[in-house]
T-cell receptor, first 114, second 114 residues
Framework: DAGVTQSPTHLIKTRGQQVTLRCSPK?????VSWYQQALGQGPQFIFQ???????QRGNFPDRFSGHQFPNYSSELNVNALLLGDSALYLC?????????????FGSGTRLTVV | GEDVEQSLFLSVREGDSSVINCTYT??????LYWYKQEPGAGLQLLTY?????DMKQDQRLTVLLNKKDKHLSLRIADTQTGDSAIYFC??????????????FGRGTSLIVHP
């Protein structure tokens, strides 16, 4: 059973560009959350998608947007990239009302903005 | 405080016990998690504890919860070199309509010496 898969694994972009990161959730999961993990920091919640809608959002600017597709996969888009957006972006999937199972994380996409 | 707090580093000798501590923010938090992150990987759920429990044991892992002090600890018995990783504490402050969002600390880097 495949877990959470993310693509690409690494990405280098230039300031001002736009980027799209992709995530396929664990089989059977219906909710996808995105986190940003800067070097030496814990993951910071960006937003969560359920039933193709943004359900909750963390303290991130509108440059960060996302989408969830009918097959539960998800994309994270970041516009007008800043140097400070360089981080590991983690996708996590979960099942609604299954708190004791926690989140299943992918290995992340390492984004470097130069 | 407003953040989940953890000490940043812990160094132990192989075979000893490790105790990783965490202070969380919300006395009404329902679920508390411990995650493990190995280099270049995503986060792996180790264990959880529900807020009506004081202790939970799972093989080499023991979780203690002190709700009065909002203190959580993870004890790893017979620590092995393969336990070297970053350990994250996370709390769920509330569950709304089945949506739960773990908030993470900065992580404790556990180094196990042979």
């Amino acid at each position: 059973d495949a877990g959470v898969t993310q693509s690409p694994t690494h990405l280098i972009k230039t300031r001002g560009q736009q980027v799209t990161l992709r995530c396929s959730p664990k089989s059977g999961h219906d909710t996808v959350s995105w986190y940003q993990q800067a070097l030496g920091q814990g993951p910071q919640f960006i937003f969560q998608y359920y039933e193709e809608e943004e359900r909750q959002r963390g303290n991130f600017p509108d440059r960060f947007s996302g989408h969830q597709f009918p097959n539960y996969s998800s994309e994270l888009n970041v516009n007008a990239l800043l140097l400070g957006d360089s981080a590991l972006y983690l996708c996590a999937s979960s099942l609604v009302m299954a708190e004791r199972d926690g989140y299943t994380f992918g290995s992340g996409t390492r984004l470097t903005v130069v | 405080g407003e953040d989940v707090e953890q000490s940043l580093f812990l160094s132990v000798r192989e075979g000893d016990s490790s105790v990783i501590n965490c202070t969380y923010t919300d006395s009404s938090s329902t679920y508390l998690y411990w995650y493990k992150q190995e280099p270049g990987a995503g986060l792996q759920l180790l264990t959880y504890i529900f807020s009506n429990m004081d202790m939970k044991q799972d093989q080499r892992l023991t979780v203690l919860l002190n709700k009065k002090d909002k203190h959580l600890s993870l004890r790893i018995a017979d620590t092995q070199t393969g336990d070297s990783a970053i350990y994250f504490c996370a709390e769920v402050k509330g569950i709304s309509g089945g949506s739960y969002i773990p908030t993470f600390g900065r992580g404790t880097s556990l180094i196990v010496h042979p």
